[in-house]
């Protein structure tokens, strides 16, 4: 029996019930400006704003093309102030709920059809997910997930050390921190230590000492010292 468990089971992607979307996901339907932002520069974007923080990666695709398009699906939470500095940076903002993400024959994205009846071109659409954390194998314990302050999903809460609510269970990565992917969480998330998840050091490190010119043992030369450059 383990006395320690680490749960390191991420997160999956919680799509808006918008028709198309789950279809096109990963190919004409995209989410991040850093992972699908080359191939698509210069293009027709539609971004589909479904939550408060989903304004956030919107500069960003801006700096990529000139003809962006923000459909506000959900305004709730949204700042009105953002929006009105997207407006002033000339993308265009539509104010109700998406329909349906349209393809064509050749099954690529072709449009967006809101609710009145309209339909904007894309060449592609940016929705954004929103985060769940995988927690559910730790239900047996007690252990369940929590809001995210962000709004962006729910999470599954730790102390600074990466140690649950229950004593002996740890979690580590994206199931505790949306924004904690594969580079941040490999050394250690910031400002938590993991001591107890460690085996302790038997007393203090012991440094080397510099090896001197010849091969002998002492130490280190400092090129400071005179008559160092040029010795025979």
């Given amino acids: 029996m383990a006395r320690r468990v680490l749960a390191a089971t991420g997160l999956s992607d919680e799509l808006p019930t918008i028709d198309g979307v789950t279809e096109g996901w990963g190919r004409g339907v995209i989410n991040c400006p850093f992972c ?50 997207l407006a002033a940076s000339g993308v265009t903002v539509e104010r109700g709920e998406v329909c349906r993400v349209l ?28 985060f769940r954390a ?46 904690l992917q594969v580079l941040p969480s490999c050394p250690g998330q910031p400002g938590r230590r993991h001591d107890r998840l460690q085996p302790r050091r038997r007393g203090p490190a012991r440094r080397r000492p510099a090896l001197r010119r010849g091969g002998r043992m002492g130490p280190p030369l400092r090129r400071s010292q005179p008559g160092l450059e040029r010795q025979p």
């Fill in 36 to 85: 699908h932002g080359f191939e698509v520069r210069d293009q027709r974007l539609v971004q589909i704003v479904t939550y408060p923080l989903g304004l956030h990666p919107t500069p960003l695709f801006r700096h990529l093309t000139d003809r962006l398009t923000v459909v506000l699906h959900d305004p709730t939470g949204l700042g009105e102030t953002a929006v009105e500095a």
């Fill in 103 to 130: 393809t064509g024959p050749d099954g690529k994205v072709s449009g967006v059809e809101l609710g009145d009846g309209r339909v904007l071109e894309a060449d592609a659409v940016v929705v954004g997910s929103r």
């Fill in 134 to 179: 995988r927690a559910d194998v730790l239900a047996g314990v007690g252990l369940t997930t929590t809001p995210h302050p962000t709004g962006v999903g729910d999470v599954l809460t730790v102390d600074a050390r990466g140690e649950t609510a229950v004593p002996g269970i740890y979690a580590a990565g994206n199931v505790t921190d949306p924004s």
